[in-house]
């Protein structure tokens, strides 16, 4: 895994795109109203400090969590992306109100304003480690003062990270990530953990995943 070429790694990310881009239908028919993380989008919305607050959403698929957040508080303002066209329509077809861009995870740079809260939802799962990392700094840059964090991966080893292939057969990069290195990242760069979830996700009769939700607020 530390030996990967650049160019192996950019074919991978390319399939991963071009994946979500084609399954982005049969996502939202999957996952539009799965109510298992509601509590914690619940918990994020409690942690805010406006009830107006500006949001960034990064990797927001077809927008579910989206509409979860303005079901709570239709006052947010939120900045939906991700880097599949067909996703970002999806969300704008789901939260009429919200504005939205397409956007890679990785060139967060080209944001200028900042956020009251930022929430990525199983969006660093399609990241290296070195690609999270970045995406984690680039949080906290652009998150005010007592600005909220969500995050959600599959806490594993990253050495088990590998392509996984879903029921058509198309296949994404799916990458571990460790809860504690993730953790000290953040509050490395001035992120209090306010609440970590374990979901179980019953991925099929026979398998069953935790799933790791991350809450944090910047001092
Ligand atoms: C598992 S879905 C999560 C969707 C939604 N956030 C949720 O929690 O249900 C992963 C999403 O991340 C997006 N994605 C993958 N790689 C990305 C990247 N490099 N930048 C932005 N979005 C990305 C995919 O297009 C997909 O919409």
């Not at 390319?14 to 994946?19: A, L, R």
Request: hydrophobic content about 30%; proline content about 2%; charged content about 30%.
């Amino acid at each position: 895994m530390e030996n990967v070429y650049f160019y192996e790694m950019e074919e991978w990310y390319s399939e991963t795109h071009k994946t979500w881009n084609k399954v982005a239908q049969r996502y939202e028919e999957k996952f539009m109203d799965l109510e298992l993380y509601n509590d914690s989008y619940q918990r994020f919305c409690d942690e805010l400090s406006r009830p107006d607050a500006s949001l960034l959403e990064i990797g927001c698929g077809p927008g579910n969590i989206t509409r979860q957040l303005l079901k709570r508080n239709p006052k947010l303002n939120i900045l939906a992306t991700d880097v599949s066209k067909n996703m970002i329509d999806l969300a704008k077809k789901n939260n009429p109100g919200i504005e939205v861009q397409v956007l890679d995870g990785r060139n967060l740079k080209s944001i200028k304003n900042k956020f009251d809260g930022i929430i990525s939802g199983f969006t660093i799962p399609y990241l290296s480690k070195s690609d999270s990392q970045k995406l984690l700094r680039d949080c906290t840059r652009l998150l005010n003062e007592e600005g909220v964090l969500y995050l959600s991966f599959v806490d594993g080893d990253y050495g088990q990270s590998g392509f996984v292939s879903g029921s058509s057969g198309d296949r994404t990069y799916f990458y571990y990530h460790q809860l504690e290195t993730i953790k000290q990242t953040l509050e490395e760069n001035n992120m209090n953990t306010v609440e970590v979830f374990k979901k179980a996700y019953q991925r099929s009769d026979e398998n069953a995943e935790w799933h790791t939700i991350l809450i944090l607020k910047k001092i």
